[in-house]
C-alpha cells in the first residue's frame, strides 16, 4: 500500500511547472518517495541527472538532511532557470543548465537519480561518480518477465549490464505493473 497522496509543496510546485510546461509525464509518486527515504539515510551530495521540471531533485531533497547538497543538470537552459526559481529557498539545492557531465565536479555522490535512459549507458563513468556504499536509482524500466531482460523483442542491455555488474549490488523492483527501476549500491 502507498502511503498517503498528500505530496510535498516543493514537489507540487514542480509538478505544477510539469503541467505548464506541456509534460506529460514525470517520475510517479511511488518513486518520488522511494528517492525521499533513501535521500534521508545519505550525507553528502545526492544528484539527478536530467532535470526535467525538476520533480525528482524536489523529492530527494525532501527526503535529504539538512546538511546533504542536491545538485541536478538540465539541458534546457530556460527550463533550468525555472526550475532555479522553484528552488531558490532551497539553499541546499543547485540546477545546472548543462549537460549531466556537469555534475561530474561534484562528485562523489552518495545518491543519483537518473531516468534519462542515454546516460544510463554510461555505466563505467557511475561507477567512478559514486561513492563506495553510493546508490543509484535508475527509472523508466518496463517490466520484463524474462532473462535476459526482452523489451520490444529485444535484450535491455542496459538493464542486464546493471543488474549483473560486479561493481554493484543491484536489484530491480516494480513500482506499478508496468513500470520498474533499479537502485544499484556502489560496492
Excluded: H
Excluded at 506529460?24 to 551530495?45: C, V
Excluded at 526550475?83 to 543547485?94: G, H, L, R, Y
Amino acid at each position: 500500500m502507498s502511503a498517503p497522496a498528500e505530496v510535498p509543496d516543493i514537489v507540487s510546485a514542480t509538478l505544477d511547472l510539469s503541467r505548464q510546461r506541456g509534460f506529460i509525464t514525470s517520475i510517479r509518486n511511488e518513486t518520488g518517495r522511494l528517492l525521499a527515504a533513501l535521500a534521508a539515510s545519505r550525507s553528502g551530495t545526492l544528484a539527478e541527472l536530467g532535470t526535467g521540471c525538476g520533480v525528482g531533485s524536489a523529492w530527494l531533497s525532501s527526503g535529504a538532511p539538512k546538511d546533504a547538497r542536491v545538485v541536478s543538470a538540465e539541458l534546457d537552459p530556460a527550463l533550468a532557470e525555472d526550475v532555479q526559481k522553484i528552488f531558490a529557498e532551497t539553499p541546499n539545492v543547485d540546477v545546472i543548465a548543462g549537460d549531466w557531465s556537469t555534475l561530474e565536479q561534484y562528485a562523489p555522490f552518495s545518491l543519483v537519480f537518473v531516468d534519462v535512459r542515454d546516460v544510463m549507458e554510461f555505466i563505467d563513468v557511475f561507477a567512478d561518480l559514486l561513492e563506495p556504499g553510493g546508490i543509484a536509482v535508475l527509472d523508466d524500466f518496463e517490466p520484463s518477465a524474462f532473462w535476459p531482460p526482452i523489451v520490444e523483442g529485444r535484450v535491455d542491455t542496459v538493464r542486464e549490464r546493471w543488474l549483473t555488474d560486479e561493481r554493484f549490488a543491484a536489484v530491480e523492483m516494480l513500482i506499478d505493473v508496468d513500470a520498474s527501476l533499479i537502485i544499484a549500491t556502489r560496492r
